[in-house]
């Protein structure tokens, strides 16, 4: 495995596995972050996966004492990633998990459909069609808690970003900005175009993993009617309470 | 417990952070000041990870309802107990039906208050740190306000001592402690600050003029900037060329540039991940001075090296090793 490693400050280590967005990158990353969840060495505090990159958070403390304050607590967690990665041999991923996803679009749930239409040539049933029948795999969650970042859409219903982003965006809403399709898991300001709604949960709390979807995923979604959405929603609350 | 009479500008529990999850997005949160909440906890008997309550520049009114062993550290926001000034920086053992304020911010912009036994709100994701933008952790999800109470832990075996040992002095409204923390650990908040950085992963890729300007001038605090990030306004700071960057991990203290020019310093409530290159990084050692930091300073920044860094992290823990053996020692 080719990777480079720098400092992020003086208390994490960013492994460089590439420097562009791929499948093959991801894989690798996926390898890494698998393993380090299995082996979960102590004096690594967390990690942080991206398309690129895996940063590891350090105790440094903790680092200096392990190697008897021998080399400073960097030098000592590069040798360990080192010695880390070298034992990953092969490229046996996991099989992905595919997440399904209901979404209700268009009505006050995808105020955006028809602009994204009207953008693409195309009825706002075509593009439902499109975006559910996309193949798409989660690259990194990151810019709010359990936020997907998915790559995979169609460029046949490509949109660029509002001109002024909406100061509230309901949780749940899934939306469209250039190629990319996501759903905000809460309520946050943003400037995508917003298509539908899903009646799932993608940011959990109480769960002990926080997050629907995990990088890596495969995601489908599939269209659901105002009906199958209320009641979706009611099951849910009924789970949740 | 405690009841909150005032609720002060912005007043939440934390912690020293919600950590394992960042890779889900969710952010760590946690206190601004780290050195500030770990000695406050350790003077009450507190481990340092234990939650308190983080003020910011108007403090809360707080009322005790139960003799109550407490510790302010962090900035100077003149605290009273019934009018009457108190210090900081040591344990104070406060008289059942005692009203806390604070007054006039004498220097920095956040403190910090621990009680023996910490405050019992449910840990979320395995901290008690208040993420209000999620609206999880602390009390309820949100900012402290008027009329909640508060509830505090069972006392440490060491702050069992402690209030033994203060117990018999309690005639008045509180016994104040007759020693405090090592100066050392007491940072100092000056106006003008100068901020230890390291250099950022992008730094190279900044016009050399941008290089130099960062070190040679000075970037105030603008008042967009709360616990996220710290946006400044000083000289613009420009890329040799465009780069396309892809969104990878930020740090507490990460320098980021958007293509505006203006950097912006990411804190306590930072996102995950970020897009924008990154100039410099501070040194950790010197958060803490940054968190004291307000709208209107002015902050300059002093490259050190890598090394230099991270002697200085190792340095600033054995200081706090000692002050908590000490601390043991004492009421042993």
Request: with cysteine; glycine share 10%.
């Amino acid at each position: 495995m080719e990777y480079t490693l720098q400092p992020l400050g003086d208390q994490a280590v960013i492994i460089e596995l590439g420097d562009e967005i791929s499948n093959d990158i991801q894989k690798k990353i996926h390898l890494v972050t698998a393993y380090l969840d299995a082996e979960a060495p102590s004096w690594i505090i967390e990690y942080i996966p991206a398309f690129t990159t895996i940063t590891i958070f350090y105790e440094p403390v903790m680092l200096a004492r392990l190697c008897n304050h021998q080399v400073l607590p960097y030098e000592y967690a590069c040798k360990l990633i080192d010695d880390l990665l070298k034992t990953i041999t092969g490229n046996k991923a996991a099989e992905p998990r595919v997440i399904k996803i209901p979404v209700c679009y268009g009505g006050e749930f995808g105020p955006d459909l028809e602009t994204v239409a009207k953008i693409n040539g195309l009825t706002t049933d075509e593009v439902i069609h499109i975006h559910a029948g996309g193949d798409y795999s989660v690259f990194m969650i990151g810019f709010a808690p359990g936020f997907p970042f998915i790559g995979g859409m169609s460029e046949s219903i490509a949109a660029p970003r509002r001109d002024t982003p909406r100061l509230k965006i309901p949780a749940r809403t899934v939306g469209i900005a250039g190629m990319q399709t996501g759903v905000y898991p809460i309520e946050t300001p943003g400037g995508w175009q917003l298509i539908g709604r899903t009646p799932i949960e993608l940011f959990r709390p109480d769960d002990e993993i926080p997050s629907l979807l995990h990088a890596g995923d495969k995601v489908q979604f599939f269209p659901i009617s105002l009906e199958e959405y209320k009641e979706w929603e009611n099951d849910n609350n009924d789970n949740h309470h | 417990m405690i009841t909150i009479i005032k609720p002060g500008l912005l007043t939440s529990i934390q912690d020293l952070g919600r950590y394992g999850f960042q890779k889900y997005g969710v952010i760590a949160s946690g206190v601004m000041d780290q050195i500030a909440h770990r000695v406050a906890n350790l003077l009450v008997g507190n481990k340092e990870s234990e939650s308190t309550i983080e003020m910011t520049l108007i403090g809360p009114t707080i009322q005790f309802h139960e003799n109550t062993l407490i510790a302010i550290t962090g900035g100077d926001l003149s605290p009273a107990i019934n009018g009457k000034a108190i210090g900081t920086w040591k344990p104070i053992f406060v008289k059942k039906g005692s009203v806390l304020s604070f007054g006039k911010c004498q220097a920095g912009c956040r403190a910090y208050l621990a009680a023996a036994g910490g405050f019992s709100v449910p840990f979320i994701m395995g901290s008690k740190s208040t993420y209000l933008r999620a609206k999880i952790g602390g009390n309820e999800g949100r900012a402290l306000k008027k009329h909640d109470a508060i509830h505090i832990g069972n006392p440490s075996s060491i702050a069992v001592k402690m209030i033994h040992f203060y117990q018999p002095q309690l005639s008045s409204d509180f016994v104040s402690g007759r020693w405090a923390v090592d100066a050392s650990l007491i940072p100092i908040y000056q106006k003008r600050k100068s901020i230890r950085v390291l250099k950022g992963r992008h730094y190279h890729l900044f016009t050399k003029q941008s290089q130099q300007k960062l070190y040679e001038e000075g970037f105030e605090v603008s008042s967009q900037s709360d616990r996220m990030g710290y946006r400044l306004t000083g000289p613009a700071l420009a890329l040799e060329k465009p780069e396309e960057m892809i969104s990878e991990a930020v740090a507490f203290g990460t320098i980021q540039v958007p293509p505006g020019g203006d950097p912006i310093i990411l804190l306590a409530d930072r996102q995950t991940t970020g897009g924008y290159p990154k100039i410099a990084q501070i040194a950790s050692v010197d958060l803490p001075f940054l968190a004291q930091a307000k709208p209107g300073d002015t902050l300059h920044f002093t490259e050190i090296t890598h090394d230099e860094a991270q002697r200085l992290i190792l340095e600033k823990e054995k200081v706090l090793q000692e002050l908590k053996v000490g601390i043991k020692h004492k009421f042993a």
